[in-house]
């Protein structure tokens, strides 16, 4: 490997994951270019701060919870939620701005089943009126028309000359 | 045959079936040796450390409770992360919208971590700088795909070996390399892209 070709991001990869000894190829690349070797350094020093940052963090966050113990642990199932349902209840602005949208969902439906109650008994008692007064008219021209001595269409026509027959006899025929 | 091999027979088919002790029939020797990497992981992984901790008791949970499936086929932390991995692939699954994340007051910024670097004797310049590159590696490493994330963490911040990292996950070899090729690209483009702003 010479000094002109650097290291490729997998050798450099490589190299990160390396746990002891370096390959004898990189290594040697990395102590003739100072370019290679300072992006190792960086990348590595980086690295290793990162993890004692997080390792610190995480030590600090153990020491501050309440650790349920063993016994505690194994007989009762650990809640996923209540932690977040203890912080969900210490945020009033979540609460308030949940009511309100609830409230702003359900009002249209309330208001939409005010209007159709009141607006319903009133169609049904026109159509009953309607249908009374329907129904008594016929069935009065049934009564009325069984009643007759002669059904209508057995009533003999009237006479339609009945009116012209006194001139007709009343004129003297000439022949 | 004669009755008292008949007997035998017969008390040998009627026995329950033998457990195979597994390391986790001690659950609190286990809770104790691996509970602060567990715990670890998920804080990383999740930075919330209510959820953290909820998770890392749940992790327990469920491998006292499945303890007879582990065959010792792996090391106890790789079955145990592999559980931590499914729970926080749960949460996740089920909060992709990341509200609950959102509302946590528990969340953590890059600065807080920062803070925890241990520089005790280190010079102001050296210190600013390791800062500035926790700060930076914090960010990058929130910004990779949920798979990178977490191999990245098992390797940079657990120390696993390669090979322990595909048992936990259960993802080849090639592929955890690969993964790792990837996230360490965008770290590399990161701290480019901060060193051109800076001049």
Known sequence: ?175 | MSTKALATNLLSDAAPPTTVPTPFDDIASVIDTHRPRVFRFLLASLRDTDLAETLTQETFFRAWTSRSSFRGDCSVISWLTRIALNLVRDHTRTHRFQFWRRVSAQAVDATEIASFLPHPQSLAESRLIATEQVSLLWETVSELSPRQRTIFLLRFVEEMELTEIASATGIPLSTVKSHLYRALANVRARFDQTTRTAL
């Open chain 1, 1 to 175: 490997m010479s000094h002109q070709n650097h290291l490729t991001h997998e050798q450099l990869c490589d190299l990160l994951l390396a746990n002891s000894q370096l390959s004898e190829p990189q290594a040697q690349h990395l102590r003739v270019c100072s370019d290679c070797a300072a992006e190792y350094a960086s990348l590595r020093e980086s690295l290793t701060s990162f993890r004692s940052a997080t390792v610190a963090w995480a030590s600090h966050a153990s020491a501050n919870r309440s650790w349920s113990s063993p016994a505690q642990l194994i007989s009762t199932r650990p809640s996923r939620w209540s932690s977040i349902a203890g912080r969900l209840s210490a945020q009033p602005v979540l609460w308030a701005s949940a009511a309100v949208l609830l409230l702003a969902a359900t009002l249209p439906f309330t208001l939409h089943r005010h209007q159709t109650v009141a607006v319903a008994p009133k169609a049904p008692a026109q159509v009953q009126q309607t249908d009374r007064v329907g129904d008594e008219a016929l069935l009065e021209e049934v009564d009325q028309t069984l009643s007759s001595s002669v059904p209508t269409p057995m009533e003999p026509l009237a006479d339609p000359t009945a009116g012209r027959s006194s001139q007709i006899d009343s004129t003297p025929r000439k022949n």
